[in-house]
């Protein structure tokens, strides 16, 4: 029997199962080794830029398995379950997971892209201009663009403290070489830290391919959203929130802290393989 077929119907399919017990295991083991022993999971699992130094290629795929907190993995988990086991039980195991990585995988691609093109490349190209030629003319062409954003409770902090003399100093015009010294030594490690902060956690981008699959074999089934009384058709629910989630990302909220693109990913990527699928594999069917 061709491995992509479905084995019957189940509420529970293997593949959603596992991926909920991995998923609630590492949650687990992210908060017990947190509090007990200072490990922190998601800085060692989560997707860093691929120019950190704390980048590994194996967080392409277990980013996909760690979350932020509690309400985080409570909704990607619920909807896993509810729209994947639909899914699986029709397109079969192998192919699900196949999908729910792939997808996973584009999320974190699109994501990669969209922070290089809004953010890093122009931040890290304004730290590399001063690194290039230290001066106060270039070091103050930094500050006044992106300033010192340094999370108190971070490290960094104390870091900066012991630079600030100093980078006061350029920034008012000195040039003398100590503090020329010892802003350059800041301006690299800064740029690491700001490289090494983890981009993104979580299954929303495998999530939302998930929805657009559903979307596509069931596009009429109707949805109850919460505090939303009427039902919702599915092919409606994934166009709309996909529109929300491309506005979201557009406004670009510095107080937004949800990777929108890589949800966008997620569905961009879900429906070129599913087209890919159609074309290629005359046994695929969408239902």
């Known amino acids: 029997m061709n491995g992509f077929q ?6 529970l399919p293997p593949v959603v199962k596992n991926l909920l017990i991995i998923n609630v295991l590492m949650f687990i083991a992210m908060i017990a080794l947190r509090n007990s022993i200072g490990i922190d999971l998601n800085d060692l699992l989560g997707l860093h830029w691929f120019g950190s130094e704390k980048f590994h290629y194996y967080q392409i795929i277990t980013y996909m398995f760690m979350h932020a907190n509690f ?4 909704f990607n988990m619920f909807a896993v379950w509810m729209f994947g086991n639909a899914i699986e039980n029709v397109w079969g195991s192998k192919r699900f997971l196949i999908y729910y990585l792939i997808t996973g995988i584009g999320a974190a691609a699109l994501h990669y892209g969209i922070i290089y093109f809004e953010t890093i490349r122009e931040f890290t190209g304004v730290i590399d201009i001063f690194l290039n030629n230290p001066s106060p003319e270039t070091l103050q062409a930094f500050y006044t663009t992106y300033g010192f954003e340094i999370n108190n409770g971070s490290r960094m902090f104390s870091v900066f403290n012991e630079a600030v003399p100093y980078l006061e100093n350029v920034l008012n015009g000195s040039s003398d070489s100590t503090s020329i010294e010892k802003s350059y030594d800041f301006m690299v490690t800064y740029k690491q830290f700001y490289l ?9 981008g495998s999530l939302f ?24 058709k599915a092919k409606y629910f ?32 879900g429906f070129i393989l599913i087209k890919f699928w159609q074309k290629t594999d005359s046994s695929f069917r969408l239902r």
């Open 238 to 269: 994934v166009a709309g929130y996909g529109a929300i989630e491309l506005f979201s990302g557009i406004a670009n909220n510095p107080l937004d802290n949800v990777a929108h693109f890589a949800h966008l990913g997620g569905l961009i990527t």
């Open 196 to 204: 090494n902060a983890p981009t993104v956690v979580g299954a929303s």
């Open 71 to 74: 309400e985080h993995i409570l």
């Open 209 to 232: 391919g998930i929805l657009l699959a559903f979307g596509m074999m069931f596009p009429n089934a109707e949805l109850f959203l919460m505090f939303i009384p009427i039902p919702i």
């Open 6 to 11: 479905s084995g019957g119907v189940s509420m």
